[in-house]
Nanobody, 122 residues
């Protein structure tokens, strides 16, 4: 069992930055690929980024590529999402997730956090 708790959301002006964190419980963090997803009001949940268990592999949605960076600190059981040059369309609830051999599809993840809200004002 893995419990995930996100933090770092807030309100920021367009062009600004935020850093989201996701703290994982348990001693098996290094087994899991970690992903970030988001859900905007009235829209489906969408993939944002994923990082492999070792941290060597990353993948991003086209909409955030070059602006967002996913990273992890396995010693601290934490995954991060650095978000730069934020746009109003990035406004959403952001969720971290853990899965084995996980990828861009939310069905490949076994554990989910409760989410943290990011609001980007224009």
């Amino acid at each position: 069992q893995v419990q995930l708790v996100e933090s770092g959301g807030g309100v920021v002006q367009a062009g600004g930055s935020l850093r989201l964190s996701c703290a994982a419980s348990g001693r098996t963090f290094t087994r899991y690929d970690m992903g970030w997803f988001r859900r905007a009001p009235g829209k489906k949940r969408e993939f944002v980024a994923v990082i492999g268990a070792s941290g060597r592999f990353t993948n991003y949605a086209d909409s955030v590529k070059g602006r967002f960076t996913i990273s992890r600190d396995n010693a601290k059981n934490t995954v991060f999402l650095q978000m730069n040059r934020l746009k109003p369309e990035d406004t959403a609830s952001y969720y971290c997730a853990a899965g084995v051999q996980a990828g861009i599809f939310d069905s490949t993840y076994d554990y989910w956090g409760q989410g943290t809200q990011v609001t980007v004002s224009s």
